[in-house]
Structures are given as C-alpha cells and as structure tokens.
C-alpha cells in the first residue's frame, strides 16, 4: 500500500489570506492526485485530479502542483465558504488518502 | 447526476458480520470501477477495497484482506460490502464511491452507511 502523509493537520487562516496544504506520498505517484473538501456532516467533495486539474465547476481560487511524491494544494484567496477538512488521495496504485488537514477561518 | 443509493444504519454485535449495500446504474457495472471507503466519528477516510464489477475484479487494503469481501449483483446493479469479525473500531460511516478504473478519483459518493459496533 501507498502511505500518504499531510501536512499541518490543522491551519487556521484570515479570510483573504494565501493557504498552502501540502501532501506526501511514500513513493513516486506521478501525478495521479486528486484533492477533495468534506464539510462537517457531508461527504467528500473532489475538487482537484491528476494534481492540477480543476473539477468543474469548483472556485478558480483553489489550484494544485506538484507531481512524484510531493503535493501542494493552494487557496489563493481564503474565503469562509472554505471551512472543511481537506483530503489527498493517490490513485497510482489503487487508493489511499491522507490523515487530512483542517482548515478554520 | 449519477445516484449510488446505499442501505441504512446498522448496529451489529462484536464478533458479528455486517452487510452494506450501493444501488448504482446499469452504466456504472459496465464502465466503472466501485470503490469502498469508511470514516469513523472525527477521522479520517480509509479506502478498504473496490470492485471493476464488469471484470469481476476485486482488490483490498491490507488491512482488509481476509475480513472484507465485495460482491454484485448484476440484476439490481448492486454491489455489497461484507465485512467479518467486527470489533468496535469498526464503527464508521461507510460510503461507496465510483471511480473510472480500479484506480480513480471519485465523482460520485453514496450517502453513507453508519455501521455501529456495540455490544
């Protein structure tokens, strides 16, 4: 299995302000990525695949980078709509998410 | 929108089995791969398995193999969870998701099925 780690766990931001989450897997992925948004009470939510594409319509705010083992998914302009815990998720090799970071506002 | 319906909550006994189920399309069974991913109270998600129902293919976590078996039934478009020897850790909302290969993002979720493990 493909180990995923996350990093913070938790982020608290102002609204307007730049948030950078980043995601690691144990071994090279490629860019099969994909980011997802789970609001308290609801499911996940894909907002980002292949690691830099855009699920449509999602906010032109969101984007994500990166490719091999190192992620970063970055909220340009953090609005209060944004509260939820995000995920990565890698798809090279069947499925395995990270632990999740928490972002407040 | 594709719809995958799940059954309801269940509370099961330690040492018990449980069964979940995912109603998808007919386009689902033929084109996609379904997956099987758990959320327990304040964590995170865990992928435990999928199936390319079209291919009768099946893979699991680590963690699972064994205890976790994944069905279909072709004639109701189906596809069922079952899970063994269940301890209190598997208490959880389990969702079945749709992915475009037996490796794939999810568009598409259930609503959640909440298993209780209790005694």
């Known amino acids: 299995d493909i180990q995923m780690t996350q990093s913070p766990p938790t982020l608290s931001a102002s609204v307007g302000e730049r948030v950078t989450i980043t995601c690691r897997a144990s071994r090279n992925i490629n860019n099969w990525l994909a980011w997802y948004q789970q609001k308290p009470g609801k499911g996940p939510k894909v907002m980002i695949y292949q690691a830099s594409i855009l699920e449509d319509g999602v906010p032109s705010r969101f984007s994500g980078s990166g490719s091999g083992t190192q992620f970063t998914l970055t909220i340009s302009s953090l609005q209060p709509d944004d509260v939820a815990t995000y995920y990565c998720q890698q798809y090279s090799l069947y499925s395995s998410f990270g632990p999740g970071t928490k972002l407040e506002v | 929108q594709v719809l995958l319906v799940q059954s309801g909550a269940e509370v099961k006994r330690p040492g018990s089995s449980m069964m979940v189920s995912c109603e998808t399309s007919g386009d689902t069974f033929t084109r996609f791969a379904v997956h099987w991913v758990r959320q327990a109270r304040g964590q995170g998600l865990e992928w435990i398995g999928v199936v390319v129902p079209a291919l009768g293919k099946r893979n699991f976590a680590q963690k699972f193999q064994g205890r976790a078996t994944i069905t279909t039934d072709v004639s109701t478009n189906t596809v069922f969870l079952r899970l063994n020897n269940l301890r209190s850790d598997d208490t959880a909302v389990y969702y079945c998701?749709?992915?475009?290969?037996?490796?794939?993002?999810?568009?598409?979720w259930g609503q959640g099925a909440l298993v209780t493990v209790s005694s």
């Open positions: 998701a749709r992915s475009l290969g037996s490796s794939g993002y999810y568009t598409s």
